[in-house]
């Protein structure tokens, strides 16, 4: 491992038991908006992550986890229930979107789904913040799954669209179907250098191939897409999907402090905390099983199981209240 590399590893080990032992992290407003919203900026070990807060700020927090290809406007019909419920809504930027940036220049630009986690643990303790609720979707999903099952003190209740979305990182998997395949186009193609120059080159036109695929049965408007566009020109963006992409198929390496993670990962330990599950009925990868036993094995605590109509896999965007009003239940 270069010295670079080292060191910075050892210095992120350092200002992680720092954040915990000082208490919250450093807040700064920020001057200028990003879809209309202002922007707070909160230090992290790693991060500097940007986010938006709706609310009640002395009430219950809420942290809800966009996706990829997604940005934080995802949930903007989700908060306004929340909010006026009396929550304290958290919408943060995941790594490698819209103002969220690594603190140091020389951080390996890395993402697999241990690190995702990890970003959503510091910023609840930088926040200052003993307990959340947790509602994801795609990579936003997965972090919350993985948060649930390392620090489940950590986690009120989860609202897992998708299910349990955690990885098997260090065994390579095996061959699917054609059709399931070809659905996942763009892994293979990010595992590829082409991959890499033509996300670079063509990321607006290859994330709205996905966004009206993911989704066949919503249409889109040009307005819609251009308020999250501006979170894809973030300059780790592509760096970090690349290597999201790449470490989950086994094609990279993942940082060192995530290893023991990963493994444990990998056995597929459940999600213990009380949990309602959601999936869209009308989602690009194929309309989910009518069969609740999946989901019933990996969350022990699940309250319910909802296969949501009208919704492809950008589910918060297209029926926000059934993710607000699964959260309401789940804290009531």
Not at 111 to 131: N, P
Request: include cysteine; charged fraction near 25%; aromatic fraction near 8%.
């Amino acid at each position: 491992m270069a010295p670079s590399r080292r060191d910075f590893l050892k210095s992120a080990s350092v200002a992680g038991v720092a954040a915990v032992a000082g208490g919250a992290g450093v807040v700064r407003p920020r001057a200028e908006r990003q879809g209309g919203q202002d922007i707070r900026m909160v230090e992290t070990p790693v991060l500097d992550i940007g986010y938006e807060e709706h609310g009640n700020s002395g009430g219950f927090p809420v942290v809800l986890l966009h996706g990829f290809p997604y940005d934080v406007r995802s949930w903007d019909g989700v908060v306004p229930p929340l909010a006026d419920a009396g929550y304290r809504v958290l919408v943060p930027y995941l790594r490698g979107y819209g103002p969220t940036r690594f603190r140091d220049a020389a951080s390996p630009r890395m993402a697999e789904q241990a690190a995702i986690a990890q970003d959503v643990i510091d910023l609840v303790d930088a926040l200052g913040l003993e307990q959340v609720a947790l509602a994801g979707f795609d990579w936003g999903n997965r972090a919350a799954c993985i948060a649930a099952i390392l620090h489940p003190e950590r986690v009120r209740a989860q609202v897992a669209i998708g299910g349990d979305s955690g990885q098997n990182t260090v065994t390579p998997g095996r061959s699917a179907s054609a059709a399931a395949e070809a659905r996942l186009w763009y892994q293979w193609y990010f595992n590829t250098e082409r991959g890499r120059a033509g996300l670079e080159a063509n990321r607006r036109d290859i994330i709205r191939y996905l966004w009206d695929t993911w989704s066949p049965g919503w249409e889109y408007t040009d307005a819609a897409f251009e308020r999250s566009a501006p979170s894809f020109d973030n300059p780790d963006f592509v760096d970090v999907v690349i290597h999201s992409y790449r470490h989950r198929h086994v094609n990279a390496a993942g940082e060192a402090r995530f290893l023991a993670v990963e493994r444990r990962l990998a056995e597929r330990p459940p999600i213990l905390v009380p949990a309602i599950v959601l999936r869209g009925a009308e989602s690009g990868f194929g309309r989910p099983s009518s069969d609740p036993t999946g989901d019933q094995a990996r969350f022990p605590g699940l309250v319910a199981r909802r296969i949501v109509d009208g919704a492809g896999h950008d589910l918060p965007a297209h029926r926000p209240d059934a993710v607000s009003s699964a959260l309401l239940e789940l804290l009531a």
